[in-house]
């Protein structure tokens, strides 16, 4: 063999003959090269393993399984792409399966392939269900190891493998054909069970508790509530394995119960939950413990806690997680929030309200640890004073289960050995309290209501309406002073009332659990012996076992709010929902409460006031003492816009005797770092709770930017909106936005050219026009081409159609515009070829609109934007609306439509056209309006009407200056046309040529310095 000879590798051999249909080969050599390609291939089975060919079934009949491998079959064809060769496939495959079910008892996975197309199949009871399916595009080195990574997530079995964050999304992730394999399982489970009164009850309460949360943003779906199922079950596993237990040794009830938790002493942190009903139902424990077996595959000994947060975001979609307002924090900035805030953590009660998978927790018990340790507190001290010391709570169920799990990882096993009792304080609850009214906590009982509204369904601040006509739960929680001591009564309720089963038998005695739990006040004892009868009957109905722990969850915010538990520090990251995803109820709640606590805007901004402010309003109202600091992540809008001005104020709650305010020290404006922490700009504000004592939040901030290892900190100024601002400009009331013109695939056009035949006179060819911009559904729409009367092509023009003075590339689009007007839909009709293209925009509309959506026409006269641009004035100013930097521009084709991304106003001569065109190009506008902008990841965005909060005055032809800036605008405008931007192909370029044109002439400087000279005589207009 020569010194140059490479062998190649096998997997590359046998992929070649297996990765292409080829007319000469045998079925029989796709056969053994797939057979040799499992053997070799790593695929994390024990060593030695191999792969079966013509694998006998054992039930006495001469059938032979393809290929077997681990609890892999594999039925084998030639070429899947023949017609009906599927449909013959899966029926063998189906029977093989069903045989090896019933010879070991175990669950195999199934798969059809020929080489190129590999189909995954999962066995029901009532036959094969397709899962997902893999394409082998070619036999070269990245196809075959994408196959050997999708095979190898399908077995899952063999030597522990590192528990990695890409490991965790590449084996368990939504996209894992393990994943898939097990969720069409509990699927079909779901399917078989969803009537059962345990399985709807649970189903029910999950679906209550998410709508209060996340509003309109929350569908109630079973395939959320399966991907929550799945991520509960594999985090509830993970906490076995993190501390050492080994849940492959237990029942699958077990499992999900806790068993081996509440054994050695822990609780609340495994426990029956919404989520523990596979265990119930029959195929379930398989199921579960094929879980149990995969989880237990990764070595998570070492495991650190962000892992959870991988696991998490790998099975719910970035959609999805958008949608819920679910943006995790970064370690490093809440353990600098928390290094901050947490100044005594010995003596400081600290909680994160909104706590998610438990970020700040983690640093928080971590930085009360470390103390402890520096003073030589015994370990087993330290975690009894630990749980009052550090809590955390959501109205997310998974986000709860998986801030337990990382609450034991921040105390880390060697601690876990030395202790006493653990109650995990991490808590599901509603921190809002909707409906509570300003008291979250109004006596010493607390009722929960059985059959409930939703807490955001009611359209008052008093709670007390959701109990009328239902049963309810009370528990004196004056009773018991210790609530680890009240989490276990309650338990042990729940539990006994499970033994009840006929409504005909008396009820089990209580006397003595309440004696045992020192009970010993008259009317305590004979609320909870009437909770605990309620408890009774509702197992009597088959629907107590979630009971006991949806009360215990429920009671914690309210035992927080007492005054003599509330709290010395509150931080964290809570949720971002904006107004206009809450649902039509809970707007009314959000608005109710925001009002009551200054905090409601209303008006143009109403759609843009988010729940982040009423949030931290309302839980440092219930939940800190006066003195007590807060500190919280917030978008970056919260330092500046306007929706927020009531909140950064900090005079919330006035009500009689409830008072409460708050003075702000200081925000950190964290826009700059990069790569940017969240899908929006963000911010983290601090501040003291007080009484009648309130200090507005600095304008000031410490910009924090670049890397998070290497940060740069500066002292900046934020230009903070409200509502007394005043627009400066006697313009102010001139520009309209232009029309809505989406979505644009329907009306943007491109023309084609007329064929060898020609096209009839007055007519035009039209193609869709598309865009890399479009979203569902209308990406999906296909390109049309038409044939329209000329006289509606018109020209339109976008943000991307202007550079600074100048329109560079007018777009085109067809709508039933003409002579200066929009035709009704009877006008429509008399032009045929209108008609005929409006009739197909229509059923395209119709098709795909939601329910309850205006008509076509209404769309692109959305609110009245493009009929009020006719008879269209002679001169107008068009500007943009967005952007990092404004560009304005003349128009004087009365054709023109305007689109969205525009403004307009009417002028009366080319003169005042370039005056205000001057203005607004300047490099002095843009650094004043830079500073009022929101902003997004790139920068500012939003312009719309800021431009005119400055002090641009009504154009004079006779004032010195005014002539000036006309005569630059004039200028500026003929040396824009002169740029070259022909080979130009984003307009963000095209604005940056001119731009430099502008400079390098020195009109740019001439026009800066005489707008400023403008703005410092300027008289402003209210």
Known sequence: MSANHVVENPLLTFARVFASRTVGRAEADVHSAIASFLTVADLGLLVGAVAKLEDPTADGTRRRIDISYGRLIIEVKKDLTVKNAVENAEPQLAGYLQNKMDTTGDVFAGIITDGVLWRLYALHRDGLAFVTEFKLARGDHDSVDRLQTWLDAILLTGPKLTATKPRIIERLGSGSPRFLFDRARLEKLYEENRHSPEVSLKKELWARLLRTALGTAFTDDEKLFLDHTMLVIEAEVIAHLVVGLEPASLSAKAVLAGDQFHTAGITNVVEADFFDWPAEVDGGPELVMDIVREISQFEWSHVQHDVLKALYEAVITPEVRKNLGEYYTEDWLAQRIVDLQVDDPLNQRVADVACGSGTFVFHAVRRYLEATAAAGIRNADAIDQLQDRVFGMDIHPVSVVLARVTYLLAIGADRLRDRRRLTVPIYLGDS???????????????????????????????????????????????????????????????????????????????????????????????????????????????????????????????????????????????????????????????????????????????????????????????????????????????????????????????????????????????????????????????????????????????????????????????????????????????????????????????????????????????????????????????????????????????????????????AQTVLPVRAGRLLNATEIRKHELLHQRWSLLGSMWSDRKKQGAISLLEQVDWQGKLHRQFPAPPIRVLYSSSGNRIAATICSDTSAIVDNTLYWLPVSSRAEGHFLCAILNSGVVAERIGKLQSRGLFGARHIHMIPWRLPIPRYDPDHETHALLASLGDEATKLAASVDLTATTRFTEGRAAVRKALSASGTALSIDEAVTTLFEVAVPVN
Request: hydrophobic share 40%.
């Open 432 to 810: 809002i309290q909707w409906g509570r009214g300003s008291r979250a906590f109004d006596g010493d009982v607390i009722s929960i209501p059985v059959d409930a509204e939703d807490l955001a369904t009611v359209d008052t601040e008093a709670y007390e309406a959701l109990f009328t006509d239902s049963q309810v739960l009370r528990i004196p929680v004056s009773a018991i002073s210790d609530p680890a001591t009240l989490d276990l009564l309650v338990s042990e309720l729940a539990t006994l009332a499970q033994t009840y089963t006929d409504t005909s038998e008396k009820y089990p005695l209580l006397s003595d659990t309440l004696t045992r739990y020192e009970v010993t006040d008259a009317a305590d004892r004979t609320i909870l012996t009437e909770t605990f009868h309620t408890l009774c009957d509702l197992n009597a109905a088959g629907r107590d076992h979630i009971w006991g722990y949806f009360v215990r969850n429920q009671i914690r915010p309210i035992w927080l709010s007492r005054p003599d538990r509330q709290l010395d520090r509150l931080i964290g990251n809570p949720p971002w929902l904006s107004y206009r995803f809450m649902s039509e109820s809970m707007q009314a709640q959000f608005k109710l409460m925001s009002e009551s606590r200054n905090l409601w805007e209303g008006g143009k901004v109403a759609t843009h006031q988010d729940l982040v402010g009423l949030f931290i309003a309302r839980t440092v109202e219930q939940f800190l003492r006066p003195g007590g600091t807060f500190a919280f992540v917030t978008p970056f809008a919260v330092l500046s816009r306007m929706q927020y001005a009531g909140f950064r104020a900090g005079k919330w709650l006035h009500n009689g005797t409830d008072q409460v305010t708050a003075k702000f020290s200081e925000s950190w404006d964290l826009s700059a770092i990069r790569p940017a922490l969240f899908p929006v700009p963000s911010a983290v504000v601090f501040g003291v709770k007080t009484n009648n004592d309130a200090t507005a939040l600095p304008s000031s901030v410490l910009e924090l930017a670049g890397r998070h290892d290497e940060l740069f900190e500066t002292r900046a100024s934020i230009q903070q909106l409200t509502g007394e601002d005043t627009y400066l400009s006697p313009y102010a009331t001139a520009p309209i936005q232009g029309a809505t013109i989406v979505p644009r695939v329907l009306f943007m056009v491109n023309e084609e050219e007329a064929g060898p035949l020609g096209r009839p006179a007055g007519t035009t060819a039209v193609v869709s026009a598309r865009s890399t911009l479009e979203k569902k559904p209308w990406s999906e729409v296909e390109t049309f081409t038409t044939t329209i009367e000329s006289e509606f092509v018109h020209p339109i023009l976008l943000g991307s159609s202007i550079v600074p003075h100048r329109i560079a590339w007018p």
